[in-house]
């Protein structure tokens, strides 16, 4: 079985562009949750879709945005980039919704100029 | 506020001896936990997780206790093997959370041959 796959693997862009990160999950899987790794602040939630619908949403501006699709797939968006995004950006995924063990993938690096 | 804390950044064993790493929490209202482990370039693997109806599950070499009266979780690796050295982070979730996950800031574990 296929893990979580994201694309790109890395991403530089520079401030005040927009970026599209892409993330596949396990095949069957419908929950798709976001994560931003930074030194500074560690693992930190972004947000999370259950069968198309987000569920939660961790505290980060409204530059940050996401959806998922009818295949579970989902994408997120930064937009108007910020020094401050220079990130690992981490997808998981899982079956069920809640109280579930996720299943990572090797994230998406993006470095803002 | 930090509501998940790992107050070790690093722990360095002797193979084959027990390595045992903390967390603290905050928030009473966290009644899952997880803990999973990274190794640079890739997305963290779950290792093993416990409810918080439970003290103590074990999998194998890795044990997790709770001890809720004092928001404290640990886990123990038995015994410690070179393959173990990386990154570990415990995670709690509340039930009506979905798989939103508050991570602590991780321990760097180094196992020694």
Redesign the interface.
């Given at each position: 079985k296929a893990g979580?796959t994201q694309t790109p693997r890395y991403l530089i862009k520079t401030r005040g562009q927009q970026v599209t990160l892409s993330c596949s999950p396990i095949s069957g899987h419908r929950?798709v949750?976001w994560?931003q790794q930074t030194p500074g602040q560690?693992?930190?939630?972004l947000f999370?879709y259950?069968s198309e619908t987000q569920?939660?949403k961790?505290n980060f501006p409204g530059r940050f945005s996401g959806r998922q699709f009818s295949n579970s797939r989902s994408e997120m968006n930064v937009s108007t980039l910020e020094l401050g995004d220079s990130a690992l950006y981490?997808c998981?995924s899982?079956f069920y919704?809640?109280?579930?063990?996720?299943?990572?993938?090797?994230?998406t690096q993006l470095s803002v100029l | 506020d930090q509501q998940v804390k790992q107050n070790s950044p690093s722990l360095s064993v002797q193979e084959g001896r027990i390595s045992i790493l903390n967390c603290d929490y905050t928030n009473s209202m966290f009644d899952y936990f997880l803990w999973y482990k990274k190794y640079p370039a890739e997305g963290p693997t779950f290792l093993i997780s416990i409810s918080s109806i439970k003290d103590k599950n074990e999998d194998g070499r890795f044990t997790v206790f709770l001890n809720k009266s004092a928001k404290h979780l640990s886990l123990h690796i038995v015994p410690s093997q070179p393959g173990d050295s990386a990154v570990y982070f415990c995670a709690a979730s509340r039930n009506n959370a979905g798989n939103m996950l508050t991570f602590g800031g991780g321990t760097r574990l180094m196992v020694k041959p």
């Open positions: 979580v929950s949750s994560y560690g693992l930190q939630f999370e259950f569920r939660n961790g981490l998981a899982s919704a809640t109280n579930e063990k996720l299943f990572f993938g090797s994230g | -």
